[in-house]
């Protein structure tokens, strides 16, 4: 029988109060919850504090490169697909560095999970600005404010057909695990962006500011997630406020469905060709 | 007798150069003869010149020739350009008015005639098209080449995907370029060739025969971004894969297709990614990851001439220093380089085993004019290959491993591998400097100890590397060092050194890193001359040996940046000069 216990493999060493233990603690519920072998779980974590989530979790990891994690995640999706395979970018992993993945993951749409940790702002390198830091943003990067607009991640998403498309925020656990598990459990790419509170570093981005910059389509009896035209309006519904909660699923077929349907994972393929096979095709050069 | 001959077929890009020569390749080809093509083209579509040579030899080649024997042409631009190369008793046909603005001296003991083939194939046919069937059926009567080859290959192009009516004019076409020809050259002016038996050999590229290599060796995932010259790999791949249960992908950028093989690799498929030098630069950072998180991957570079878009359809060896500096950070890595296509399939499915063996990023270096040119070849011998994934585990033996470590310390450094899914595997894989489970560990003892195990991995490896491979009289005392596609130039130019009794050898450099230090430095030894050939401006591979082998004598550098695959003369004139004038 697994225990919860059983998807802890160390103590975070965050900055206290930091929104990631948030995050952390859905996520190895959702595991839990969903019964996955920690050794059927790869989870593949890119350059920054949201990176050291796998080394806490008791699973296969792979702390990679700033930017990367999606191209690696989908490689091993790819190889097997028996896997649980988990993506976790910070902002700037996501929005800034790995950006032409985001989209181009979106529109394949290898089955895999992404969870993208925005603080809105460069933890792990001391606080400067990131692509979703709000306009005027003052930090070490930019100390006069910062003169960019912020992007919003999850109507790029949107316009990049992505099939999964959900946020949650790190201060409401419960929510946040019951979307890590529809996303994991969708059939296809899906994007769990978290609202998390960076304690050390972004002063104005707090637990207080989320709470009151959000509101749950979840809630909304009225809203329709497999509606794509009301998941274009819910962004600018109320002003400048951000919908958390399941905003745009839809069914379509996962890549690996498409180009290796039914096969039994690569990694464990017999790699001898039957006889003569190979030279048949030579036989085009002669 | 012809033993030797070289045709090129010129004209502006979208004349059907190609699709013409190739032809004539196989033609060729299949009456035995040794083929090797070089292919000199633009980098886009239309609208510029450019030339295919096709060279066939009684004996074996590896690349071009010196000169010109038939130069037919689709315009007069480059019969101006290459008459300097046209031998004596070339003929050339052309189609175009500017024959007149030759000057004598360049027609001496050369026939040139105009040959209209637009205007026939619009005459004839109503679709100027047919000119590259005309000229065939010329270039048929010229070399005296079997009609009924070339009636095949027509029909094997043409009957299922265009019809019964475009087999025939095609067919008709041939005839009429014969026949117009014979009324133009001169019997003397025929180059005709003596048929021989097909000795069922292949005619392939490199970049193809490193797909088979790739596929023979059990890579199953493969993912690139489109770029020239090595594209062909993939579409080779993305053709056959398929059958074989394996998947190609096509990434966003050059980032995506190595991290994306790398992912896949972890996981426990054998994979590759192929590019040429600017995908190269983009993947330098996850080549570091690779051998940091001691992930096997093979990543094929078919060389073009840089730097920065540089001429993507042209020839260099300036990637060289790359592979064995780039990066930040130190690491182990493994360079092949091969000269032949033989050597780029043997190679390939060489590659994969030394990085599974150990754990590291090993890079095929090649380079365009091996890569997009076809040879003949022996066919390839797959009861060779012998899929060896080294210390990768089974989960049966971890069954009773409580403690697996990913990065154990051992003694040759090479730790055993487990695969997500496996029980008691479980292990981080970390960029970032690890213990021996893979968690981040910036302990100075530890990195110390770690940069060890890396870095010692490869130190005990030289009998499983590729050696040099020794070509030409070992008692010479001119000694050519060279490696990947001026094989066949230095070869030949060995040939041409030993008419005027100049007798010299050369050492083909096949693993370039880690360094053959010792073999490089007998070689060395043995000889009274050193030339070091390199296709590049400074000389990375003369500086590489000069930073290895620290060698007591000089060595002299012969250089091409020209973008122009070297000539065998290229060497044998620099090397006659230099021996005669010592
Ligand atoms: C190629 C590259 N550039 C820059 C860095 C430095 N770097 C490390 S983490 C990071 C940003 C982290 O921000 P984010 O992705 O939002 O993650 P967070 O720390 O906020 O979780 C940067 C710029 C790097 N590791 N690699
Ligand atoms: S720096 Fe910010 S994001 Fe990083 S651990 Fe501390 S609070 Fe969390």
Same mark, same amino acid.
């Not at chain 2, 130069?71 to 190369?85: H, M, P, R």
């Not at chain 2, 993507?312 to 300036?318: A, I, W």
């Not at chain 2, 089974?394 to 040759?412: C, G, I």
């Not at chain 2, 890396?454 to 490869?458: D, E, I, T, V, Y």
């Given at each position: 029988m697994l225990k919860l216990e059983d998807y802890h493999h160390q103590d975070p060493t965050w900055c206290r109060g930091c929104g990631l233990y948030g995050l952390f603690s859905a996520f190895k519920k959702v595991a839990f919850s969903l019964k996955i072998k920690p050794e059927k779980m790869s989870i593949i974590s890119g350059i920054g504090c949201h990176g050291r989530l796998n080394s806490y979790f008791n699973a296969y990891g792979f702390h990679s490169l700033h930017g990367r994690t999606l191209p690696i995640a989908q490689g091993v999706k790819l190889a097997n697909t028996q896997l649980s395979v988990v993506a976790v970018s910070g902002d700037g992993d996501a929005y800034s560095i790995g950006l032409g993945h985001f989209i181009h993951s979106l529109r394949r749409n290898v089955d895999m999970t992404y969870i993208v940790v925005n603080n809105r702002i460069y933890g792990l390198t001391q606080g400067q600005t990131s692509p979703t830091s709000r306009m005027n943003f003052v930090s070490p990067s930019t100390p006069y404010g910062s003169k960019e607009q912020p992007l919003e991640g999850l109507q790029m998403a949107l316009a990049a057909g992505g099939s999964f498309i959900a946020r949650g925020f790190s201060g409401a656990p419960q929510q946040l695990a019951s979307l890590i598990t529809a996303g994991m459990k969708h059939k296809g790419f899906s994007l769990v962006e978290v609202l998390s509170p960076c304690v050390t570093h972004n002063k104005i981005d707090t637990y207080q500011l989320f709470k009151s910059v959000i509101f749950d389509v979840d809630k909304d009896p009225n809203y329709d997630p497999t509606n794509k035209n009301k998941a274009w309006k819910i962004f600018s519904r109320h002003g400048d406020k951000l919908p958390v909660g399941l905003i745009y699923k839809e069914t379509r077929p996962s890549f690996e469905e498409q180009s290796l349907p039914g096969r039994k994972p690569l990694a464990f393929l017999d790699l001898v060709p039957e006889a003569g096979k190979i030279e048949k095709i030579l036989e085009k050069f002669e | 007798m012809i033993k030797d001959i070289s045709v090129m077929i010129a004209g502006q890009a979208g004349d059907g150069v190609l699709f013409t020569g190739n032809v004539l390749a196989k033609i060729l080809k299949k009456e035995g003869w040794e083929v090797a093509t070089y292919r000199y083209f633009p980098s886009n579509i239309r609208g510029e010149p450019t030339h295919y040579i096709i060279r066939a030899s009684q004996k074996k080649i590896f690349g071009l020739g010196n000169e010109i024997d038939v130069?037919?042409? %689709?315009?007069? $631009?480059?019969?101006?350009? #290459?008459?300097?190369?046209i031998a004596q008793g070339g003929v050339v046909l052309c189609d175009g008015e500017e024959l007149s603005r030759l000057k004598p001296t360049h027609k001496k003991g050369k026939a040139f005639h105009k040959f209209p083939l637009k205007i026939l194939a619009k005459k004839h046919f109503k679709n100027d098209i047919f000119k590259n069937m005309i000229a065939l059926g010329a270039l048929c009567y010229i070399l005296d080449l079997n009609f009924r080859l070339i009636e095949r290959i027509i029909i094997n192009a043409f009957l299922k995907r265009k019809g019964k009516e475009i087999v025939r004019m095609n067919i008709d076409a041939v005839n009429l370029g014969c026949e117009q020809a014979r009324l133009i050259v001169e019997p003397s002016e025929r180059h005709k060739l003596v048929k021989k038996m097909d000795t069922g050999k292949m005619f392939i590229s490199g970049d193809e025969a490193i797909a088979v290599g790739a596929l023979a060796a059990g890579c199953r995932f493969f993912a690139a971004y489109p770029i020239c010259p090595a594209t062909e790999i993939w579409q080779w791949l993305a053709l056959h894969f398929p059958e074989f249960n394996g998947i190609v992908v096509q990434t966003e950028d050059e980032l995506a297709a190595i991290n994306m093989a790398l992912g896949a690799s972890y996981a426990g498929t054998r994979a590759m990614t192929s590019?040429?030098?600017?995908?190269? *630069?983009?993947?330098?950072? *996850?080549?570091?990851?690779?051998?940091?998180?001691?992930?096997?991957i093979v990543i094929v570079d078919v060389q073009r001439v840089g730097p920065s878009t540089g001429m993507?359809?042209?020839?260099?060896?300036?990637d060289l220093n790359q592979w064995i500096y780039g990066s930040h950070g130190e690491f182990p890595r493994i360079i092949l380089s091969p000269g032949t296509v033989t050597e780029c399939f043997d190679f390939t499915a060489k590659a994969f085993d030394l990085a599974d063996k150990y754990q590291v990023p090993v890079v095929l270096l090649t380079e365009q004019d091996v890569g997009q040119n076809s040879r003949t070849a022996k066919k390839f011998d797959l *009861?060779?290959?012998?899929?060896d994934r080294g210390k990768l585990l089974?989960? $049966? $033996?971890?069954?009773?491993?409580?403690? #697996?470590?990913? #990065?154990? %310390?051992?003694?040759?450094g090479i730790s055993p591998r487990s695969l997500p899914s496996m029980k008691n595997g479980i292990h981080m894989v970390e960029g970032n400097e690890h213990d021996e489970k893979g968690y981040r560990d910036e302990d100075p003892e530890n990195r110390i100890r770690m940069m060890q195990k890396?870095?010692?991995?490869?130190s005990g490896s030289a009998k499983d590397m590729i050696p040099p491979k020794l070509w030409g009289d070992k008692q010479a005392t001119v000694g050519i060092i060279g490696f990947g596609s001026t094989l066949g130039p230095i070869v030949e130019a060995i040939e041409e050194l030993g008419d005027l009794n100049i007798r010299a050898k050369n050492l083909q450099i096949r693993t370039v890193w880690p360094f053959p230090v010792e073999t490089v430095r007998d070689f060395i030894r043995s000889c009274e001359f050193v030339f070091v050939v390199d296709n590049n401006y400074s000389g990375q591979l003369h500086d590489l040996i000069h930073s290895q082998v620290k060698p007591e004598a000089g060595m002299q550098k012969i250089l091409n940046y020209s973008s122009v695959a070297f000539r065998p003369s290229d060497i044998s004139t620099q090397i006659k000069r230099a021996v005669r004038d010592a």
């Open positions: - | 130069l037919l042409s %689709f315009d007069c $631009e480059s019969i101006i350009k #290459y008459t300097k190369l590019t040429s030098g600017p995908g190269g *630069s983009l993947m330098m950072e *996850s080549y570091g990851l690779s051998g940091m998180a001691e992930i096997p993507p359809t042209k020839t260099e060896q300036s *009861s060779k290959i012998k899929i089974s989960e $049966e $033996e971890l069954k009773n491993n409580k403690d #697996y470590k990913r #990065y154990a %310390f051992t003694s040759n890396r870095m010692g991995k490869l």
